[in-house]
Structures are given as C-alpha cells and as structure tokens.
C-alpha cells in the first residue's frame, strides 16, 4: 500500500557523525556552485540528469577547529545539489537515477507542477532503489525555488539532499542572482532520548553552512542580487544585514523592497536580498514564541573586491493586498504539543485526513488557525497563496507566497486560485511535525 510505505522509514543505517581537529583557521572563500548541464540544443527544453546517491560529507567548521564527518546523501555527488537554472516559459526534462538503498522521490518546492510530477507518494509510489523516473513539467512562474525528497524526508534532506531551483524571468533587472542554501548539521532524531523540541530552542547551536560552508566570504563582481533558501529541518533564522535590501520572497519580487534589520526566514522558506557588502548575521530564534534574543551569529560575509557595487532600479508593481470579502471557504487548524511530538490538522494525523475539495477554476479564502503554543511554517503544494490579513489586519503590501509562517494562535486568511488540478499536500515545513502527522490534502477538481 502507498500509504504503508509513505510513513514507513526506509533510512539507509548511517553512521553517527564524528568531528576530527584541523589545523585551517582562515575563513574560506566560497566558490561558484555547479549548475546542472543541460543535455538539449534547444534554448527552451532544459533536459539534465540528477543521480541521488550515498556521499560522505566533511563539514569544516574552520571557527571551531573541526571537521564535521557525515556519512549522508547527495544529488551528482554535490552538496548542495546542482543549481538548476531555468527561465519562464521552459520545458524541464529531468532524468532521474535512485542510487540509494531505500526509496525516494523529488518534491519542487514552490513550482506549481502536474500533480504526477510533484513528488509526493499519495497518488504513486515512490521510485525504489536501483529505478529511474523522468520528471517533465512547464515552468511559468519567475523565482527561488529548490528540490528535496518527500519521502522519509526527516532523514533524506537532513543528511544533504537538496538543491536550488531558479527560474528567471529575462525581464529582470538582475536575473540571475547567486543561490545559498542555509543548512544545519545536527542530528536530533537519531537518539531516542533526545527531546525533538529541544533543538528548536537551540537552532543556532549545531553547524550551519552556506552551500556546504561554514561561515564563507561571498566576493562579487557583477550582482548583488543573493537567493537565500532555508534547508533545514527545524532551525528558523532570524537574519539581519546593515544596508541590505529584501527584494524578492517565495514566488519572485516583492509588491515593496523593504530594509534587511528583521528577516524571519523559516524552513522550507526563501529570500532573495540585495547587497552592497557586509556581515549577514543571525540571532538565536525559538519557534515556540518569543522575541528576538541572544548575541547574533555571521552566517556569511559579502565583499566587492574590484567594483563599487550599487543597487539596480526594479521595477515593481507596488500593488496593494487584494480585499479580504469576509467569507470563509476552508480552514486548517494546527494544533499540537512538543512534549507529546503529536501534531494534528483540523483535529486528525495523516493519513487519515478528511480532504478539502474545491472546483477548479475557482477563488477561495482559506483560514489558517494556528491554537498550538509552536509555530508552524505552512507550505501548500501545486498552488499559490496571497496573505489576505493576520489577526484581522492586511499586509502593507501584496504578498504571494506558498510557505509562510504562523504565529503561535495567528489566524491568518489567504486567497487561494485553484488552478492546477490535483491532490495537493499541505503541511507543517518544521519536518518531524509533518512526519509526525501534521499534513493534509487539498483537491482541485
């Protein structure tokens, strides 16, 4: 059954992660990530292969004085996984090869896809060790977007499966922008006597890296433009930058660009910023409420070691929310507690959900209803979602997103167009809380 090996865990046995001294105390230089190759002549099919496979990762924590060894995965043996760079309007062919020993599949976070291109193992299953599957799909929206398994995706995507995707429009100012996948490096769920929420009080604590860095110099020459995307399990980050700009959120530029003092950027969500150089930092950050607190930690540095950088003139739409017409035409609740790791929506633990269904075609308002004491970043697959109002007060501008957070009892209201046919997975991005039962399905039909 699809459901009995969805919630089964098919983790290959890894062993525990060990550190090693070094010697290299100088803080590297990060180097341009790999972007995958594209196989066809024709400017408007991007046709490239993606392997997923065991890889042992050495993370070198120079502040420290230690390396990091990780017995974990990787997509073309790279951490990340190769960019995949595509402009609107393009034809994706991916060939894809499952060299691991257990199942997996591969999710398009933030890309509106076929419902049978989307990763999930609801409606098919997942493709076994040793099996190829050929994902194929449109790309027509312009943004940050990245890829990861949904299936046993608690181990997968912590032990380094993942990569950017990025979809420019050419219409751009500056298109093409540099991809940083922020990471974790801690291991919670591998002892069973560790409590799970204990880490999300201390997500600054394990070793994060920036595209497998620790703590690198960013020099640039010809942008300025940085695509930031959360990968990690748990850990939120509360980033801020002097002089930075926030210019671009899950599903391409903002409606306003606003200055970088406050940038909560939570798992499975992105950000794309502008910069002119300097120190991009984060404070230490519990989901289960609270304020801003502790002595920031320099996640990377951004210097411009042969041009004085300035910013480039966007062109943005400046539009304002979408007025919220009072009706309620679906909600979901998260409830749940920490001490008990048992999380619900609307009351139920996946899989035995009751499933929403809405027409395609159709604009409904959707409640979200957060009566825990956690945050939860809630991520809606296949669709897109404009934020209508929090606790009953409207953005300053309009904001379309697929991930967003919500606040310890927030009551926030989005719009929501359904127009991508299809059973779509809704759920929690802290991960152990979707593992753990906090996900659903929403239908277009």
């Known amino acids: 059954m699809i459901l009995v090996m969805l919630l089964s865990c098919f983790s290959e046995t890894l062993e525990k992660p060990n550190k090693q001294l070094i010697l290299n105390s100088e803080q590297p230089i990060l ?56 402009k609107i309007g393009d034809q994706v062919i991916i060939d894809f090869q499952n060299d691991l020993e257990d199942p997996t599949t591969i999710h398009w976070h933030g890309l509106q896809v076929p419902e049978d291109m989307d990763g999930v193992p609801w409606n098919r299953d997942p493709i076994m060790a040793g099996e190829s599957y050929r ?56 002892e069973d006597s560790i409590d799970h929420e204990y880490f999300h009080h201390k997500n600054l604590d394990g070793v994060w890296t920036v595209n497998g860095v620790v703590n690198p110099k960013i020099e640039l020459s010809d942008t300025q433009r940085l695509r930031l995307i959360n990968a990690s399990n748990t850990g939120y980050l509360d980033l801020a930058m002097d002089g930075a700009e926030w210019i671009g959120s899950d599903q391409g530029l903002r409606a306003q660009i606003t200055g970088l003092e406050e940038l909560l950027l939570v798992p499975g969500d992105r950000a794309d910023i502008q910069t002119t150089g300097g120190v991009l930092a984060a404070h230490p950050y519990s989901h289960l409420g609270g304020e801003r607190f502790g002595e920031a930690r320099p996640f990377f540095t951004v210097e411009f070691p042969s041009t004085t950088p300035s910013f480039p003139n966007w062109t943005l739409s400046g539009e304002s929310p979408t007025a919220d017409s009072g009706r309620t035409d679906g909600y979901y609740s998260f409830q749940g507690d920490p001490r008990t790791e048992h999380w619900l929506i609307n009351g139920e633990q996946f899989p ?13 308002i959707l409640e979200l209803r957060n009566v825990s004491a ?12 404009e934020i209508l109002s929090i606790n009953g007060e409207p953005p300053a501008f309009k904001q379309i997103e697929d991930t967003y957070n919500v606040k310890p009892f927030q009551r926030i209201r989005i719009l929501v167009e359904m127009d991508n046919l299809g059973d779509w997975m809704t759920h929690c991005h802290i991960i152990p809380h979707a593992e753990h039962g906090m996900m659903t399905v929403l239908r277009v039909k």
Do not use: C
Request: glycine content about 6%.
């Open 374 to 385: 956690t945050e939860h970043p809630f991520h809606l697959h296949g669709l897109k979602f």
């Open 31 to 86: 180097q341009e990530h790999p972007e995958a190759e594209d196989s066809d002549d024709d400017p408007n099919i991007l046709h490239i292969e993606l392997r997923a496979a065991a890889k042992r990762h050495e993370i070198v924590d120079w502040q420290q004085g230690e390396t990091l060894v990780v017995d974990g995965y990787a997509y073309n043996d790279l951490l990340p996984g190769p960019t995949i760079r595509a």
């Open 135 to 190: 994902y194929e799909f449109t790309v027509e929206t312009a943004g940050t977007f990245w890829y990861h398994p949904h299936f046993d995706t608690e181990h997968q995507a912590n032990h380094g499966l993942y990569g950017a995707f990025i979809v420019e429009d050419p219409s751009d100012t500056d298109q093409t922008g540099i991809p940083l996948i922020l990471d974790d490096w801690t291991f919670p769920y591998e």
């Open 352 to 364: 035995n959900v009751t499933i929403q269904e809405f027409d395609f075609g159709t604009t409904q």
